[in-house]
């Protein structure tokens, strides 16, 4: 199972056992789960960044060789 997959499972989990403690009436347990959901959400967050920098990526390595510049020359200057 893939990490996204296990954050949306956790965030999920969070969600309902928010809800549970507040039917309990046990804030101090809603609120800090509320902050264990803050984390997920924002791993979330850092996946779908980490994604949408590695596509940017590809299509530059993508543009460089339809300019016949191989990435690898790049990668070795940089």
Known sequence: MSTEMKEKQCAHTCLYRIEESL??????????TAIDLLKSLRELQR????????????????????????????????
């Not at 039917?23 to 800090?32: H, T």
Request: avoid cysteine.
């Open 23 to 32: 039917v309990n009436g046990d804030l101090k347990e809603a609120e800090r």
């Open 47 to 78: 996946l779908e960044e980490e994604r949408a920098d590695q596509a940017q990526l590809e299509k530059m390595v993508q543009r460089l060789k339809e300019k016949g510049i191989p990435a690898e020359l790049i990668a070795r200057v940089g």
